[in-house]
């Protein structure tokens, strides 16, 4: 308690603390960012990415942890000096959640949590790991938290394969922790949103509180169903449908292509379906009191399929709401001083890696 209380009264300054690389793994690959202190701000000095063969992770669950290890292995050999990292876990097998503790007092919040797992979790608690974040001030008093509680057996696998490969885990922590702390304010003023992280192969949705996700949940619909209709219908290379995905997508440039961006609409209205579903539901939640529990205010899009060219709008256009790409680099510089090596379409799928990185040093 002492030493905690001497941390808290005199932190380590940034630039002495230990540095760990922000590590994000995917069913399709492994990206990583390496920040580092200069003056007032942060500077990028290693990232990049190392595809996964097919099976080596499946929908989060890691299936191989010789291959994922010697995969960690390469990324390892160009963090430069770092040798510690921050990672994220599987939305896909986590459970999160919100609850009402009339006490701040970390054993009874424990006992809370566990008690509520029991009636939560499809999974005895004794096979679970779970954590928690205080949110804030409850209106009935004590506080609110958001949980996050994993089967052992997934984490452990993770846990096993960063070891392998000598990398030591600093943390661990669901994917939407890490994109909110890139993309919320600081002082966990940033209203309640919907965050909607689509990538190649599924969709994660998170509703943001403060900071912390309070809930979240995947579907399968990602880029890979874009990308097919655009080959299909242009009969073109999937380089070239990235690049009408990006350029065109829902707002044609061509009349000749109207086919094409009718198909993709199709596929975009199955994604825009998804996120209304989710925000209509807690946007409208109420409490006991007949107030709204969770007034979504803005919609975040990240991930490589956010950048579908139309999406913000057609998104906003089905809920009513803001819906908005972000700045992901938004902590680590300001523009005027920094440009990224990352570019603005690739920084949107770097954001988990990026708010990894993060960790520490906000």
């Given at each position: 308690?002492?030493?905690?209380?001497?941390?808290?009264?005199?932190?380590?300054?940034?630039?002495?603390?230990?540095?760990?690389?922000?590590?994000?793994?995917?069913?399709?690959?492994?990206?990583?960012?390496?920040?580092?202190?200069?003056?007032?701000?942060?500077?990028?000095?290693?990232?990049?990415?190392?595809?996964?063969?097919?099976?080596?992770?499946?929908?989060?669950?890691?299936?191989?942890?010789q291959a994922l290890s010697e995969a960690l292995v390469s990324v390892r050999k160009q963090l430069g000096t770092v040798?510690?990292?921050?990672?994220?876990?599987?939305?896909?097998?986590?459970?999160?959640?919100?609850?009402h503790t009339p006490t701040d007092t970390k054993s009874e919040i424990e006992s809370m949590i566990e008690f509520e797992?029991?009636?939560?979790?499809?999974?005895?608690?004794?096979?679970?790991?779970?954590?928690?974040?205080?949110?804030?001030?409850?209106?009935?008093?004590?506080?609110?938290?958001?949980?996050?509680?994993?089967?052992?057996?997934?984490?452990?696998?993770?846990?096993?394969?960063?070891?392998?490969?000598?990398?030591?885990?600093?943390?661990?922590?669901?994917?939407?922790?890490?994109?909110?702390?890139?993309?919320?304010?600081?002082?966990?003023?940033?209203?309640?949103?919907?965050?909607?992280?689509?990538?190649?192969?599924?969709?994660?949705?998170?509703?943001?509180?403060?900071?912390?996700?309070?809930?979240?949940?995947?579907?399968?619909?990602?880029?890979?169903?874009?990308?097919?209709?655009?080959?299909?219908?242009?009969?073109?290379?999937?380089?070239?449908?990235?690049?009408?995905?990006?350029?065109?997508?829902?707002?044609?440039?061509?009349?000749?292509?109207?086919?094409?961006?009718?198909?993709?609409?199709?596929?975009?209205?199955?994604?825009?379906?998804?996120?209304?579903?989710?925000?209509?539901?807690?946007?409208?939640?109420?409490?006991?009191?007949?107030?709204?529990?969770t007034p979504v205010e803005q919609v975040i899009l990240v991930g490589g399929s956010a950048n579908l060219m139309g999406?913000?709008?057609?998104?906003?256009?089905?809920?009513?709401?803001?819906?908005?790409?972000?700045?992901?680099?938004?902590?680590?510089?300001?523009?005027?001083?920094?440009?990224?090596?990352?570019?603005?379409?690739?920084?949107?799928?770097?954001?988990?890696?990026?708010?990894?990185?993060?960790?520490?040093?906000?």
């Amino acid at each position: 308690m002492l030493s905690r209380t001497i941390a808290r009264l005199f932190p380590v300054p940034r630039y002495l603390s230990p540095h760990g690389a922000g590590i994000d793994i995917t069913d399709a690959s492994i990206k990583w960012v390496v920040l580092r202190p200069y003056g007032e701000h942060l500077r990028v000095t290693s990232w990049g990415e190392v595809k996964l063969e097919q099976g080596i992770v499946e929908s989060g669950t890691v299936k191989n942890v010789q291959a994922l290890s010697e995969a960690l292995v390469s990324v390892r050999k160009q963090l430069g000096t770092v040798r510690s990292a921050h990672a994220a876990l599987p939305e896909e097998g986590a459970f999160v959640f919100s609850m009402h503790t009339p006490t701040d007092t970390k054993s009874e919040i424990e006992s809370m949590i566990e008690f509520e797992l029991v009636g939560r979790v499809p999974v005895p608690v004794q096979q679970m790991v779970y954590d928690y974040d205080i949110i804030g001030d409850h209106p009935a008093g004590g506080v609110e938290i958001g949980v996050v509680a994993f089967p052992r057996e997934i984490v452990e696998d993770y846990v096993q394969a960063f070891a392998m490969a000598g990398i030591e885990l600093m943390s661990m922590e669901v994917e939407a922790r890490s994109i909110a702390r890139a993309v919320s304010d600081k002082d966990g003023s940033s209203p309640v949103s919907l965050l909607v992280d689509s990538g190649k192969s599924r969709t994660g949705f998170a509703i943001v509180k403060r900071g912390f996700p309070i809930f979240t949940s995947t579907v399968d619909v990602g880029g890979k169903d874009l990308t097919r209709v655009v080959v299909e219908t242009l009969n073109v290379s999937e380089d070239a449908a990235q690049v009408f995905k990006n350029e065109e997508g829902l707002v044609p440039k061509d009349p000749a292509k109207k086919k094409t961006t009718e198909a993709v609409a199709k596929v975009a209205e199955s994604l825009a379906a998804e996120v209304e579903r989710h925000y209509r539901f807690w946007d409208t939640r109420r409490n006991e009191h007949g107030e709204r529990a969770t007034p979504v205010e803005q919609v975040i899009l990240v991930g490589g399929s956010a950048n579908l060219m139309g999406l913000d709008d057609f998104i906003a256009g089905k809920v009513h709401a803001r819906t908005d790409r972000p700045n992901v680099w938004r902590h680590v510089a300001s523009f005027d001083d920094y440009i990224p090596p990352i570019n603005y379409r690739s920084s949107l799928q770097y954001v988990t890696a990026i708010g990894l990185a993060l960790r520490g040093m906000l």
